[in-house]
C-alpha cells in the first residue's frame, strides 16, 4: 500500500517533444497503483499560483503523439524565492498532494530538489532538446530534435547544390553542442563547431575552398548557438552569421539560417515516447518505494536514477563550473565516480567530431 494519496506533475523549461508522453505515462502508472494525479499547469508557477487541474486516464488520451506539452511550461523566478517557495508548499499541503514529478532540464531538477527539502518529496524525468544533462546519456526531446534539424537541413541541401551554395545552419542548444554534433555527422556538414570542441576556422574555411574546386557544389555548415564571438565594440554576439559572412569573403555564396524554436515542436519519434515513458513509470516506481530527491536517468541503454544533488554537481564538474564548497558534501568514491561520467561525456564527444573531421568533406 502506498503512503502517497496524491502526487503532482509538472512541466517546466524550455518544452521538449515527449514531455506529453512523460506526463501520460506518470499519470497512468499512478493511477494504475491507485494513487491520484494533479496536473500542474505552467510549471513551477502553478504551484506558487495554485493552478492546476486533476487528471484521469482519459485526460492524456491521445496526447503521445503530441508536441509540446499539455500542461504547458515556465521558467519560474518567483519560485526560486523563499515567498515563493513558501506559496508552492501551501499550495501542495491545501490539495493533498504528497509528492512531485517534474519533467524538464537541470533548473527543474534544482527545483525538484528545493521541494524535497521543503518537505514536498520529488523526483526529476529528464525534458530537454538539449541533451546537456551530463548525469544522463539520454534526455528525452533530443532524438525529435535531432531529426527535425536533419529534415530541415536536407531540405537546404538540395537547394544548395542546385545553386552550388553553402549554407550555415545554427543550431539550439545553449552551451551544449550535442545537436550540432550528431546532426552535422548525419547531414554530411562540411563543417561543424561546437561549443565543447575548439574550431579551426582557419581549416575549416580552407576544407570548404578545396571542396569547392575538387567539384562539391552543396555545402552545409552546423554551428551551435553557444559558440560565440564578440564584435568591434566588444559586444557578444553568435558565431554562425560571423562565419556564414567569412565564407561568403572567400567567395563562396552563403546563405544563412536560424532554427531557433523551430527544433523544438513537433511529434515526438518512437526513440522519445519510448524513453519518456520509461522515465515516466521509473519516477512514479521510486515514489512508491518512498525513494524521492532522484533524477530518472538512462545509462548505457537502461532507466536508472541518481541522487539530484549528485546530478546537479557532476553537471557543473563537466561545464567547469564548480562553485566553492560543492565538492565537500561527497566522500573520493562519488567524486571518482563524478570524474568518469565527466570523462564518459568528453570522450564521446571528442571520437564523434574527430571522426567526423576526417568524413564530412
Ligand atoms: O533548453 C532548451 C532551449 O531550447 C535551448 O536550446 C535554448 O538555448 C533555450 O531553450 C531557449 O530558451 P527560450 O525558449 O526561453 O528562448
Known amino acids: 500500500m502506498s503512503k502517497f494519496k496524491r502526487i503532482g506533475v509538472l512541466t517546466s523549461g524550455g518544452d521538449a517533444p515527449g514531455m506529453n508522453a512523460a506526463v501520460r505515462a506518470i499519470t497512468r502508472k499512478a493511477l494504475s497503483e491507485g494513487v491520484e494525479v494533479m496536473g500542474v499547469i505552467g510549471g513551477y508557477s502553478g504551484l506558487v499560483n495554485d493552478n492546476m ?39 501542495c499541503k491545501r490539495h493533498g498532494i504528497d509528492a512531485i514529478v517534474a519533467v524538464g532540464g537541470d533548473g527543474t531538477f534544482r527545483g525538484a530538489t528545493d521541494l524535497t527539502l521543503h518537505g514536498i518529496p520529488a523526483i526529476g524525468v529528464t525534458g530537454t ?37 553553402c549554407n550555415v545552419v545554427e543550431v539550439m542548444g545553449r552551451d551544449c553542442g550535442q545537436l550540432s554534433l550528431m546532426t552535422g555527422i548525419a547531414s554530411g556538414a562540411v563543417a561543424i563547431c561546437m561549443p565543447e570542441v575548439e574550431f579551426d576556422e582557419a581549416k575549416a574555411l580552407e576544407d570548404i575552398k578545396t571542396a569547392q574546386a575538387h567539384g562539391k557544389r552543396g555545402m552545409i555548415v552546423v554551428v551551435s548557438e553557444g559558440v560565440t564571438t564578440t564584435d568591434e565594440n566588444g559586444k557578444k554576439i553568435p558565431y554562425s552569421e560571423v562565419l556564414a559572412k567569412k565564407i561568403n569573403e572567400i567567395g563562396i555564396e552563403t546563405k544563412f539560417v536560424r532554427l531557433a524554436h523551430i527544433v523544438r515542436g513537433g511529434s515526438p519519434t518512437l526513440r522519445d515516447r519510448l524513453t519518456a515513458t520509461k522515465m515516466g513509470v521509473k519516477a512514479v516506481e521510486l515514489l512508491l518505494e518512498g525513494k524521492s530527491n532522484l533524477v530518472v536517468i538512462e545509462n548505457d541503454g ?17 561545464k567547469g563550473k564548480l562553485k566553492d564548497g560543492d565538492l565537500d558534501k561527497f566522500g573520493p568514491e562519488d567524486i571518482k565516480a563524478m570524474e568518469a561520467i565527466c570523462e564518459k561525456r568528453r570522450l564521446e564527444n571528442e571520437e564523434l567530431y574527430e571522426m567526423a573531421g576526417k568524413i564530412c568533406k
Request: aromatic fraction near 8%; charged fraction near 25%.
Open 302 to 318: 537502461r532507466i536508472e536514477s541518481m541522487d539530484i544533488l549528485f546530478a546537479l554537481t557532476v553537471d557543473r564538474m563537466y
Open 53 to 91: 487541474i486533476p487528471l484521469e486516464t482519459g485526460s492524456v488520451s491521445n496526447i503521445i503523439t503530441q508536441g509540446g506539452t499539455m500542461l504547458y511550461s515556465d521558467r519560474c523566478l518567483e519560485f526560486k524565492t523563499e515567498e515563493g517557495m513558501a506559496k508552492a508548499i501551501a499550495t
Open 129 to 165: 532538446i538539449d541533451n546537456d544533462i551530463t548525469a544522463t546519456d539520454y534526455t528525452v526531446g533530443f532524438d525529435t530534435a535531432m531529426n527535425t534539424i536533419l529534415y530541415t537541413i536536407d531540405r537546404l541541401r538540395d537547394t544548395c547544390e542546385s545553386h552550388a551554395r
